[in-house]
Structures are given as structure tokens and as C-alpha cells.
């Protein structure tokens, strides 16, 4: 029966559509299988997030990635000493447009009061949460006590976090690592300690520090938190997922909210289109097309030369072109065509020409 069937005896004059019924109970189960983050921020269920990533994440690459379905993102992390300084490039990262929203601004720092004065200046802009790393496992930012340093030091992250959730009317998550090296896998431990103190969500990398990014990501301490019955969060994993197949089978076999996606959606970010569409008919998604690609690339572009100027906007775009183009025969030359050009317009025709000698046929990856 349906969940909206009249009470009975109840007579309805006009009464609505089989249809209607069914599009008001699909929205009712929409708003109970979604996961919530603090009371103003509603998320589709299993959302898939866009990791911040320092020099990726910036508003012309999320532009590319909402597009194609990431339904949670965030800025590049900001460092909270450089935000309280008034450091150009910090406040720079602050930037956001509406139409990314859900969106979170990510800090960084090992100050109790830097953090709070930076959640204070991030409130002003008026994101949907605050972000704390205690994860970036670069020698330059775990040199200074923060990040993934934090990780030695549960006592001080604790301290940390109640700072920046004292400090602002946002909800505050937090990104972080299954702990420092192999003998100090805390994060069961850091999961409790932080959700008393107030945070919203967790997102969790599976692996230490010691292994930045080496080796394969160990998923089973995330499902131990996300199994864990004393917490309530959402707990969203990240590491290693690169294909809907395993994102998939990351979400039956852990069980966890929602995947962070951040390497393999640099230069593909069709990867959120493909895993959402896998998930919902277990079919593979075609692979986008040369025609989509060039306008993508050229969307990506344009938006990176009008957010920073023509000299950085170009520059800072050839990192892009060799994962946009992944995978098509013969395109080394071209490639390093792009790269090597400073003009909007010749990189245009070297775009055109691409999309002209390939056509539109859909490529498949070997």
C-alpha cells in the first residue's frame, strides 16, 4: 500500500495521479535514505565528494566536477596562519560560487588561535561547513605541527577542533588518516573523541602518514569506524577508488556514507557520472566522447583564464591535458603542443584541429 494511501473512508474529489503519488513517495524516500551533515546540509544517499587538493581544487576545476555529479566539495586547503595575515593566495582560496554548493572551506594549522580566527573570517563567506585537515601528510605543512602531525598528538587535535567549532556557527567535519605510521593506527580512537567534540562528519584516508600515498589504501579500519555503534556521523571513506566497480564494492563491503574522490577525477571528471550511473543500473556509463572532451577542456580552460589571468590561467592548466586526453591514440605530439603554447587562441586551434581529426566517436580505455 502506498505510504500516502487516504485514511480510511476517506473520499478525495480530484484525486491526484498514480504518477504524482509516485513522484511525492520517491521524494519522501529521497529525504530518508540522504545523509545529513549538521541540520541545514542534505545529501543525496551514498554522495560521492570531491577531495580538496592543493593546486587541483580551485572554482574552474570544481566547475567541471559538479557538472558531472560530485555532490560535496571543497575549496584547496587554506593555511590558517596564512589566512590570518591576510596572505593573498589564502584569501584567494575563499572564493566560491553559488552554484557550488553543497561546499566546505578546508584549514589547516597546528594554533588553537589561528584556527579560530581563521573559522571566524571563513564564516564571513558563507560556505556550508569548515573543513579541518589533519591529514596532508607533506613534509611542509607536517613540519609546522599541522596536518597529519596531529595524528602524534590526539590530546592537541581534539584541542584544535573544539577551537575552530567554538568559533563559528558552520558545521565543522574533518579529513584525516588511519594514524601515523603502522604502530599508531588511532583513528577508532580519534572517530569518538572527535564526534564528542561536535564535528558533523568524518572523512577518513585509509592510510598513515608514513605511507603518503604509497601502497594500497586499508579500508578495514574505516568500516570499524563507520561500524562502530557509539558513532552517529556520517563516515565517509576516501583512498584508491578509481572506477564504479570499486566504488561499488567499497560501499557493500565497508559500508560507509559516501566516497571521497580525488585523484582519479583529476582530468576525468566523468568519474562521478560513471560511478552514479553504475550504481544505478549497473551498466557502464559510455565513455564521454572527443567532442566532450575538447569541450570540457576548453569549458576548464576558459574558466582557469578567467579566474586567474591569461599568463597563470594557461600555465597552471597544462597539468590537466595529459589525464583529459589519457588514453587516445597518438597524442603525445599534440599534448606537447598544448603545453609548450601562451596564446588563448593558438591552444583554440590545436583544440579544434584534435577535435576535428579524431571526430566525436567514444574512446574506451585500454
Not at 484525486?15 to 545529513?36: C, D, G, T, V
Not at 570531491?50 to 567541471?64: I, K
Not at 557538472?67 to 590570518?84: P, Q, T, V
Not at 549497473?282 to 586567474?308: D, F, N
Request: charged residues 25%.
Amino acid at each position: 500500500m502506498s505510504i500516502f494511501a487516504a485514511e480510511s473512508g476517506a473520499k478525495l474529489s480530484n484525486p491526484p495521479s498514480i504518477s504524482a503519488w509516485n513522484k511525492a513517495e520517491r521524494k519522501i524516500l529521497r529525504i530518508f535514505m540522504s545523509i545529513q551533515i549538521g541540520k541545514h546540509i542534505t545529501l543525496p544517499d551514498f554522495p560521492l565528494l570531491l577531495a580538496p587538493m592543493e593546486d587541483v581544487s580551485d572554482p574552474p576545476f570544481r566547475y567541471v566536477c559538479k557538472k558531472y555529479g560530485a555532490d560535496l566539495m571543497y575549496s584547496e586547503f587554506i593555511s590558517s596562519e596564512g589566512l590570518i595575515r591576510d596572505a593573498i593566495k589564502s584569501k584567494q582560496k575563499l572564493d566560491f560560487f553559488e552554484y557550488e554548493r553543497h561546499f566546505g572551506i578546508q584549514i589547516f594549522g597546528g594554533d588553537e588561535e589561528a584556527m579560530a580566527l581563521s573559522a571566524r573570517i571563513i564564516d564571513a563567506t558563507n560556505p556550508d561547513l569548515v573543513d579541518i585537515n589533519f591529514g596532508c601528510p607533506v613534509k611542509k605543512v607536517v613540519c609546522k605541527g599541522a596536518g597529519a602531525a596531529v595524528l602524534k598528538d590526539v590530546p592537541a587535535m581534539v584541542r584544535l577542533t573544539r577551537a575552530v567549532i567554538q568559533s563559528t556557527r558552520l558545521p565543522v567535519t574533518v579529513k584525516t588518516r588511519l594514524g601515523w605510521d603502522d604502530d599508531s593506527k588511532n583513528i577508532e580512537d580519534v572517530a569518538e573523541r572527535l564526534q564528542d567534540e561536535g564535528i558533523g562528519a568524518l572523512t577518513i584516508h585509509g592510510r598513515t602518514r608514513a605511507q603518503l600515498y604509497k601502497g594500497e589504501a586499508d579500508w578495514t579500519l574505516i568500516a570499524r569506524v563507520k561500524n562502530n555503534p557509539r558513532i552517529r556521523i556520517p563516515v565517509f571513506g576516501n583512498g584508491d577508488v578509481d572506477s564504479p566497480e570499486k566504488a561499488l564494492e567499497y560501499k557493500n563491503r565497508y559500508g560507509v556514507d559516501g566516497i571521497m574522490i580525488g585523484r582519479a577525477s583529476i582530468g576525468y571528471p566523468w568519474i562521478f557520472r560513471e560511478i552514479k550511473y553504475f550504481m544505478e543500473t549497473g551498466l557502464h556509463h559510455p565513455a564521454p566522447s572527443m567532442e566532450e572532451r575538447i569541450t570540457v577542456i576548453r569549458e576548464h580552460l576558459h574558466r582557469s583564464v578567467e579566474w586567474k589571468g591569461a599568463v597563470l590561467g594557461i600555465l597552471e592548466m597544462r597539468r590537466h591535458y595529459s589525464n583529459y586526453l589519457k588514453g587516445i591514440p597518438h597524442i603525445k605530439e599534440v599534448r606537447g603542443q598544448l603545453v609548450q603554447k601562451n596564446n588563448l587562441e593558438e591552444i583554440e586551434e590545436i583544440l579544434e584541429n584534435l577535435r576535428l581529426t579524431m571526430g566525436a566517436a567514444s574512446l574506451q580505455y585500454a
